[in-house]
């Protein structure tokens, strides 16, 4: 495929080629974040609901 790219094309080609992979991988990155963002939030989320609990009565059946 490279080889019937003009000699001109080919650092063209090869920087579209890398800047494509660069966004790909800082998706990616971003939705790797988000995850973590949602599973700290759900285990806040799980802490505050043991802190309210009474004293020595947690309802581990709820």
């Keep these: 495929m490279i080889g019937s790219v003009g000699s001109q094309d080919a650092p ?3 920087t ?3 800047n ?3 966004a790909e ?3 990616a990155v971003t ?6 963002d ?3 939030a759900q285990g806040e989320a799980v802490v505050k609901m043991i802190e309210s609990a009474v004293p020595g009565r947690i309802d581990t059946y709820a």
Excluded: R
């Design 38 to 40: 949602i599973e700290k």
């Design 20 to 22: 494509k992979k660069t």
């Design 31 to 36: 939705v790797i974040k988000k995850g973590q």
């Design 25 to 27: 991988e800082e998706l």
């Design 16 to 18: 579209s080629l890398m």
């Design 12 to 14: 063209g080609l090869a």
